[in-house]
């Protein structure tokens, strides 16, 4: 985070050779032949073209090496979901918990520098004259903050745009800010779409959603609902309380596939599907054959292709592991269909649901039981995905993760570790386990989600690395729990850096574990 004063001496540092920096420098800087503010203004175009960027860099899906630096070499991996098949030097150290200052400081500068400043600029031309686009950018500015907090820990939120060095918010503080602008958004906007207010989003809304204010309530509610789900071992009152407050809303959470959260890349490709094709440098994890291949799930023929090194089969890579050459891998499976198309999935349903069976299961109402909610979940991602069977596949109780068989080393084989069946169940903590195992296969593939709920409760059970070369900052069996701050950040805000640090609870590794993050016990 940049403060005001670092930001402008970086644009005169910038026009030097041009002209020195004057009192007058907005003036230099308008063009008299551009539009004036008040045309600006005219159908609020000073407000909506800032809203833009906000689809576009919320998970990078226009540029593919900079998706990649913002969470393929994070949560992506890290979840179980997707690896690289070669031993790239500047990929691996990731992979093997010598995490990089370089490579996880791309998430924290493109949410601040075109996510955060241009909602910054929303409030500031909306808060109190145009609340209906305030309160959408506060949805928005959720979405990029949880993502933010659950990457780095603490980060900058209260004191952003102020004078004086940015300093950072705890994570229990930011939660807490999140849930009370989520409260001004989902009233703001209930009582617009009560009152029949027809939308002013339709246009510059880059999302499914097409700008319908009840649309982006029930995203709201479903955003309070995964919040309220994250602090529920450290903030259970508080966590309860907020999830009731979702579900039992008037115009409620997702409900359907038609209510799918999704946005449309601006460019004509998918970028997890560009490295994993164009690059050949992103390929089926080992966790995903283990366990898409042991329930014989029909969702696998989705996510991925068959393998060339054994027709037919479906064959990952084990996150971590020495590589015997560079050319080991790239035979087993790369991405299927659900990674060809330009839509970037923001929150499913099947997750909604998934969310709700969770929160019935520690006896929140969630309007329905625990049971009902869990099937209604494999159902909305089995629709969402195109695949039929849901019924027998729901009651299946045999088929359990499979053990990992490297065809090319076999040193990399080992049992499979997740092994519960899908069918419902009376023993409290497996029938969580089943819940985030199935969420976990729904939430392909937004690694970042994943990764958060596999370190907040532990599932589903994912195969350890061989190759940890932290040098004891990063356990073996915990795995990595965070990014350190973002370099940026420490050169351009130490104090800011200091700030979060005092408010971490640990050193600036990948080893701390964050606010939510506890060693307790699930309930």
């Not at 809303?249 to 038609?258: A, I, K, Q, S, Y």
Request: contains cysteine; charged residues 20%.
């Amino acid at each position: 985070m940049i403060s005001n004063k670092i930001k402008r001496t970086a644009i005169c540092l910038s026009l030097l050779t041009a002209f020195s920096c004057t009192d007058n420098f907005e003036e230099i800087n308008t063009n008299p032949v551009g539009a004036s503010t008040p045309e600006l203004e005219q159908n609020f175009n000073n407000i909506k073209s800032l809203f833009k960027p906000t689809f576009n860099r919320m998970y990078i899906c226009d540029v593919t090496w900079q998706y990649q630096e913002q969470q393929s070499l994070q949560g992506d991996a890290w979840s179980g979901y997707m690896i690289t098949p070669n031993p790239f030097s500047y990929i691996e150290i990731n992979n093997n918990y010598v995490l990089s200052d370089y490579f996880n400081t791309r998430a924290w500068d493109d949410a601040y520098l075109n996510i955060i400043s241009n909602l910054y600029k929303v409030e500031q031309r909306a808060k109190g004259k145009y609340d209906n686009f305030y309160s959408w950018s506060l949805i928005i500015k959720t979405v990029v903050m949880a993502r933010m907090t659950d990457m780095y820990g603490p980060a900058v939120m209260s004191s952003y745009g102020s004078e004086g060095d940015a300093l950072y918010d705890s994570q229990e503080e930011i939660y807490m800010h999140m849930f009370k602008d989520l409260d001004f958004a989902v009233n703001d906007l209930t009582a617009r779409e009560k009152a029949g207010e027809k939308s002013v989003f339709a246009g510059t809304d880059l999302s499914s959603y097409e700008g319908k204010y009840i649309q982006w309530i029930k995203y709201a509610n479903s955003l309070r609902l995964r919040l309220a789900m994250r602090i529920s071992k450290i903030k259970p009152e508080i966590a309860k309380a907020e999830a009731e407050k979702a579900v039992s809303h008037p115009f409620g959470v997702l409900e359907t596939n038609g209510d799918v959260m999704k946005v449309k890349s601006p460019v004509d490709l998918n970028v997890i599907d560009q490295m994993s094709h164009a690059w050949g440098g992103l390929f089926m994890g080992a966790d995903m054959e283990s366990i898409l291949g042991g329930y014989d799930d029909p969702r696998i023929s989705k996510y991925w292709e068959t393998s060339a090194i054994s027709p037919g089969e479906y064959k990952g890579v084990r996150t971590g592991i020495l590589y015997p050459n560079a050319s080991t891998y790239n035979k087993f499976s790369q991405t299927g269909p659900r990674t060809r198309t330009g839509e970037i999935t923001w929150m499913s349903t099947a997750e909604v649901y998934f969310l709700r069976a969770e929160g019935a299961l520690r006896g929140w109402n969630m309007g329905g039981d625990a049971k009902s909610l869990y099937e209604r979940g494999i159902k909305a991602s089995f629709e969402q995905n195109g695949v039929a069977g849901a019924d027998a596949y729901i009651a299946d109780n045999t088929k359990t993760a499979k053990d990992y068989v490297d065809l090319v080393e076999p040193k990399n084989n080992t049992p499979a570790l997740n092994k519960v069946t899908v069918a419902w169940g009376a023993d409290k903590e497996i029938n969580l386990q089943k819940i985030i195992t199935q969420k976990w296969i729904a939430t392909y593939p937004d690694g970042q989600e994943a990764w958060s709920e596999y370190r907040r409760t532990g599932y589903p059970k994912l195969f350890r690395i061989n190759n940890n070369q932290s040098a004891g900052v990063i356990t073996t069996e915990f795995g990595v729990r965070r990014m350190q701050f973002a370099q940026s950040e420490k050169t351009n805000n130490p104090k800011g850096v200091a700030s979060g640090l005092a408010k971490l609870g640990g050193a600036d590794n990948g080893g701390t574990r964050l606010w939510w993050d506890t060693t307790g016990p699930n309930f």
